[in-house]
Every structure is written in C-alpha cells, then in structure tokens.
C-alpha cells in the first residue's frame, strides 16, 4: 500500500542527490567498447614525449661540448673599431689589464697620427729605436708622461704578401691604427680625412696632429706647445708657408703640383698660406666639423696638404704658424726636425732619424730651454 505524500517532505534537490547516490554504476555497450581505446591513447602519447626528451637531451650535450670547445680554443685579440677601423694598441692592453679608461674613448691631450706605407717599414723599424716606443707599455707611458697618444697609421692593400707582413707587425707591437682606405700615394687626400673621421670617433683629444714618418719628434715638446692656452677654438696650427704653383720640371714636385693637378684652375699661379705636410695640428672643433662632413662634398686636390690648406680657409680657422715643427737642426725650442725644404721630411730618414737621437741636442736637451722653465 503507497504511503502518503505527506510522509516524504524531500526536496527535489535532495531527491536527486539521493537518487544519484543509489542509482548503480552501469556502462552502455558504447561506453564499454571505449575502454580500450582510452588506454591505447595513452600509450601512444608517451612516444613524442620520449622524442622530446632525447632530442633536448642530445642539444645539451651538443651545447656543452661546444661551451668547453670554446672555452679551450685560444682566445683572439679584441679590436678596438670604428667601422672597419682598427686601434690595435688599446685592443691589447684591455686585454691584458682590463680598465675602464682603456675601454671607453679615451679623453687625451692630443692624437698623433703617424702616417706611414707598406714600404716604410724600415722608417717605423728606425723610429721604434730613436723617439717612438717600441712595445705596448713604453707607449702607455709616453701617453701617460704628455697626455698624447701615438699611433702608425695606414690603410689596406690589395697584395696579400703586404698584408700578410703588415700583420705580422701589428701581432709583434701592437701599435697601429688600420684605417679602411687603399694605401696609395695619390690617395693621400682621402686617407688623411679617413684618418682624421677614425681618429675622432676613436679618441676624445684636443687637438689631432697628422705626422708623416720620416720626422724627428720631441713629444713632450709638442704637448707643451698643445697645452698653451688659445682664444680660438678653430684652430689650425703648422710651419705654414705660400707661394707659385710649381711649374718647372726640374723641381723635384712639379708632375705632382702641376701635372696632375686636375683642380690646379681653381688655385691658379700661387698657393694660398696652408702648413707644410710634414707635420701640422687641427684642433677638437675642427676635426669634430671633417668628421661630419659628407666624403663627397669636400674638394680633393691631390696635394694633401693644399687640400687640408683649401678646407681651413673654408672654415675660417685661425693659422697659427711655429716654426719649431719645421725645424732643419736639433735646438733647444725645436719640436719636429726635417730637411726644410730639400725634402719632404728627413732626407734618407732611416739613418738620419738614428743620427739625430745620438745626438743630445735633440734626444737629451730640457723640454723647456733654461730661460722658460
């Protein structure tokens, strides 16, 4: 006999929880068959995790070997670089005493550049004897002692014999600046502005002094005379001089001044005051304006030093003209010594240039002579 609703005061959650509670667990035939195949899904999904596992496990073991590969395998000298660029020196003494003045551009008093040639390794042989260091330390201690950084500046060849050479010095002093330019006589132009664009991107100077390698030197002279205080800022400074274009094939540069000369109608019969090329000095804010300038929108006579003379009297610079960096002797004031005018520098520099140091006129005598000091 059914009892009365009265006596069954559930709710219909309750029902519900109650009848899913004691309805019995029953599988379809459907549901049954997929027993099986659930457990075959497993099995099959372990294979691209055991792939996975033994292909990371093979790029460790890869990585690893190369990581102690590397390690083992002789480390190359860093290159201190500006484009293609190359200062040798400061690449190596990072290297071996890491600093962060070394690391950064460095602020000095002046840059030289020792402009020199693939067959001019017996002038940089003969210089390294007399007045320019000959290893990596003896040239800290000159920058440091003048606050003037030196550096063999020189482009590239195309003959791998020379470049082969030339690399073999720059492993053994370490002393060069390798600027992207072909090395060639009639391309002096460009190689000094590419000279002056690398040197300011390289090094945070006052003043940049471009020097041909077949000069005597007296360093702490030359930072002497750059650290004298001046009112111009744009400043241009060199044993300047003017006078006919030459013309005469008996003189020894007339092919050069006349011949192929291909703006010699822009400059007519005389030169204006320009430095000789041996040896002359541009100031922070003149090199600051070159190394902005487009390669192509400055004029290039193929005397270089016309050519720099043609661009300060674009720029309105003040010619400071000091006849000590043209100096014929050794003296007690004399900065730069060559054979004024019958050379272009020292006449046979490479034994000239030991001449000289032997003499204590020019290697030993007082930075400042007796009555300045």
Known sequence: MPRPASFLPLTSSSSSSSAIATTPTTYSKVEKSRKPFVSTSTSNARIPLLVFCFVSLT??????????????????????RCGRTQDTFRAFYSLSNPQPDILDRPKVLGFVGIQTGFSSANRRSALR???????????LRLEQATGLAFRFVIGKSKDVKKM????????KYKDFMLIDIWEE????????LAYFKAAFELFDADYYVKADDDIYLRPDRLSTLLAKERSHLLTYIGCMKKGPVITDPKMKWWKIAFLFEKSGHLIGNEYFLHAYGPIYVLSKEVVASLAAARNNSLR??????????????????????NRAICDPRCTATSIAVWDIPKCSGLCNPTSRLKELHKMGMCSKSPTLPPDDR
Do not use: C
């Open 59 to 80: 790029v460790g073991l890869a990585g690893i070997i190369f990581a102690v590969s590397a390690l083992r395998r002789p480390r190359p000298l860093p290159v201190f």
């Open 129 to 139: 004897s007399t007045w320019f260091p000959s290893d990596p330390d003896g040239l």
């Open 164 to 171: 082969t050479e030339l690399q073999k010095e720059v492993d």
């Open 185 to 192: 006589y009639l391309n002096l132009p460009h190689k000094t």
């Open 300 to 321: 290039m006579f193929n005397n270089e030093d016309v050519t720099i003379g043609s661009w300060m009297l674009a720029m309105n610079v003040h010619h400071e003209d």
